[in-house]
């Protein structure tokens, strides 16, 4: 069964990625949780309803820093 859509076009391609990078993705009723592939499995929380306008931007730098997103080494 496939997973639902983000209401919010630029969260939905965010987990679009993801998913091509081989991370779970999961929908949960008001998050979607992504996990890495790597044996860390650095997890993040994508909310249904973003706290403000730069949501996007500190969920991306985020992603870059504390995770493998761009094959960076995380933490």
């Known amino acids: 069964m496939p997973r639902r859509k983000h209401p919010i076009k ?3 391609a ?6 091509s990078k081989d991370w779970d993705v999961a929908a949960g009723r008001k998050y979607f949780k992504m ?5 860390d499995e ?3 929380i994508v909310h249904i309803s ?3 306008g730069y949501y996007l931007n500190h969920l991306l ?3 870059r820093r504390d995770t493998c997103w761009e094959g960076g080494e995380g933490k």
């Open 61 to 63: 730098q985020k992603l």
């Open 35 to 39: 996990k890495c592939p790597c044996p």
């Open 50 to 52: 973003p706290s403000g």
């Open 42 to 44: 650095h997890l993040k």
């Open 10 to 12: 630029e969260l939905e």
């Open 14 to 19: 965010v987990l679009q990625d993801a998913e």
